[in-house]
C-alpha cells in the first residue's frame, strides 16, 4: 500500500525509538483484548491522522446498525475502534502525520477488475457555517487513498459510481422557499461547483462512471444541473436519499428524477457521519495526547466493492482523513 509507507528515517520521540517509519512498542500493558498498549505513542501529538479501517464484511463491524431501517454511523465507529485495537502497532509515520491501516484485509481485488462494481461515498466534514469551497485537494487525497488501499497503481483506479455527500445537508421533503433557493444557488456556485466540476472531469476522462449527490431535493438538482450545464459539467445522475428523513418520496421529485434520468437511491448514513468529538473519544485510549489537540475530521470516504455476477459486496470499508491547522 504505498499511502502507508513512511520514510525509511529512525528517530526518536518522547524516549521512544522509530525505526523506518513504525513505532516500537513496549509490552508493559495491554488494552481491550490483550492487544498492545501503544506506549510509545502516549505523549506524542500528530497534526495529520490518515486512517484506513479494515473490509467491515470479514472484521464484523458490518451489521443492521447502519442498514437502510436505521440512520446511524455506528458501522463507521465500530470500524475505526476495531482498527485502533489491532492496527496501531503498525502505524506509518512521516514526521508528525501518522497513517493507521488495518492491512490485513486490504490489498489488491482477489479476480479481474471486470468482475467487480465499485462504489464510493465522500463524505465533507467541512464545519458548519463554513464559508470556504469544497476541497479539491481532499479530493484527490481521498482518490489517492482509495488506490492505496486497493493496491492499484496511482491514477488507474475506475470508479464506477461516485456519489458527493456535502457538508450539513439532510432531505427536506417540502419546497424551498426564495431565500432558501437563493441561498442554496449561491451555495452551489461558490461552495460545490468547484469540486463538481473538477469530478465532472474525472468523468470525462474515464476515472468515474456515474456521479451522484445525496439527500438533495428536487429544487436542489435542478439548481445543481443548471449549474453544472452553464459551465460544460456534467449533471447528477444520482440522488441518494434516506427513507428515515422522508417515509415516502414525493411525487415530484420522483417524476423529475425519471425524466432527468437520475436513480433515487435510499441509504442509512448519518448526515454527520463523524463530529469532532466522536473522533477524539475514540483516539483518546490510543493518542491521548492527539485527541485532545484540534485535530478536524476533513473527510470520511466509504467504498464497497460488488461481485458483479453474483450480487454479492466482497469488500466494504471507510478511510478516514483528519488534521489541525
Known sequence: MT??????????TNGQHHFNGKAV??????QNGGSALPAAFSKDVFSHLTLFTGNTMVTGTTGLLNSTAKKSNQELVSAIDHTLNWSLESAQIHGHAITIADNATLGPLEDDRSKYEITVKLFFLSPHGSS???????????????????????????????????????????????????????DVQTLYLPIWKRLSELQQTGRIGRLGVSEFSKQQLEILKAAAVQVGAAVPQINQVNLQDCCVLPKGLIDYAKAEGIELLTHGDSSDILPKSTLASLLQPHLPATSASLLEPNFVLKYSVLITSRGLISRKGYIVDAGSE
Do not use: M, R
Request: charged content about 20%; aromatic content about 8%.
Open 3 to 12: 499511502a502507508v509507507q513512511a520514510s525509511d528515517d529512525t528517530y526518536h
Open 132 to 186: 470556504e469551497p469544497l476541497s479539491v485537494d481532499h479530493l484527490h487525497n481521498a482518490i489517492q487513498q482509495l488506490e492505496a488501499a486497493l493496491s492499484v497503481t496511482s491514477g488507474n483506479l475506475k470508479i464506477d459510481h461516485f456519489i458527493l455527500a456535502i457538508p450539513n445537508q439532510t432531505f427536506d421533503e417540502n419546497d424551498l422557499d426564495s431565500s432558501e433557493i437563493d441561498q442554496f444557488t449561491e
Open 25 to 30: 512498542y513496549h509490552s508493559n500493558g495491554t
